[in-house]
Every structure is written in C-alpha cells, then in structure tokens.
C-alpha cells in the first residue's frame, strides 16, 4: 500500500467515531436539557455520555451550536405536527390536537420551554427553524377561521402568548394542571360554543397558588 493510500485510509475511523460522538452528545443532552434547562452544565452531558468535556467542547465550541443542533430537531417535530392538524378535516380538532401535544412536550422538556418562550435569553435561537414553523402555524390558525371554528379576531401571535402561559403552569404535585388552562383559554378561542366544557384536573393547591404570588 503506498503512503497516499494509507493517508486517504486512515482519517476514516476517526471521522466515524467522531460522528458517533457527535450523535451521542446530541442524545445525552437532549435529556440533560429536557430535565435541567438550556444552562445545564457541559460536564454533566460528558459525564453522562461517558466522554470527556474536551471531547464535548471540541463537538460543539459554544454552547448555542449545541442548542441549535438539538432543538431544531425538536422544532421539527412541532413542524411534523403542525402539517398533520392541516391534513385533518375537522380544523378545530386539528389545531386542539397541535396546541395539546405540543404543550405536552413543553411540559416534558424544560430546554423546549424555555426555547419557546417569547422573550428570555434563548428567544433568538434557532430562529431559522422558528420561521419554517410559522407559515405552517398560520395556515393551522387559518383554516379553523375559514370553518368558522375560531374567532376572526385571534393572531398566531396570540397562539403563542396561549403556550407560554400554560405551559408555565408547573406543579410537580399536579402534573395535569396544565391542560386546565387549556381548556379555559380553547372555551375562549370558539365560536361555537354552546356550553362550557367541564375542566380536566382540579384547581391547583393552595401552595402551588402561593409560589405564583411570591
């Protein structure tokens, strides 16, 4: 084997496992993030990943990179979610479905919450992805109003300040408590409605009530 055959060899086992390593912090912080928050600590995502904070920092210098690589992927899948309440005939169900899934995984990932905030240290991120979402956003919003289903004079930015809201209504003790403010701010969104609809979970606890006047 000549020289120049054994350079153009060599570099691909390490470009593999550096793809294997690549993959595999992206994994480990998506948990890391999704239980601490966006400002969780790159050695805790080596330690878990079982690889050294150099080889995590060398991955992903700065620490957005690696919030943009993963959460994008996230705001991929509300995309996915967003095009699959379009395809549902009944607009309402559709946008009721996209509001509760996605709020769900907001309440299951910190790193996400915090990423859909609308102001806050990481309200600029990922901002390209953010504005693939939109589009598809307004069209769900749109078709309710076509049907009638949802009042004409509701913005998609108010979709968002309705995200926001619920899913900062976190109670360990009551995990559900979210989908109560749901279901009051949806009652407000219809056109339709002839009567309230009975509220899912109870109303929250005396000590979660007094965290929010603190």
Known sequence: MTVDARNDASPRPLRADAERNRRLILE????????KGLDAGFDE????????AGTVYRRFPHRDELVEALLTRRLDE???LAHQAIENPDAWAGLVEFLETSIGMQMRD???RELMEVSG???DCSVSAKSKLVPVLILMLRRAQDQGLVRTDVEITDLGVLATMVSSVHDPDQ?????????????GLR????EPVPLPSTAPSEQFYASFRA
């Open 28 to 35: 480990v912080a998506g948990e890391v993030f999704a239980e």
């Open 45 to 52: 995502i080596a330690r878990r990943a079982g690889v050294g």
């Open 78 to 80: 509300l995309g996915e």
């Open 110 to 112: 910190r790193g996400l």
């Open 121 to 123: 240290r990481w309200a």
């Open 175 to 187: 995990p559900e408590l979210w989908r109560r403010y749901l279901a009051l701010f949806l009652d």
């Open 191 to 194: 056109t339709d409605l002839t």
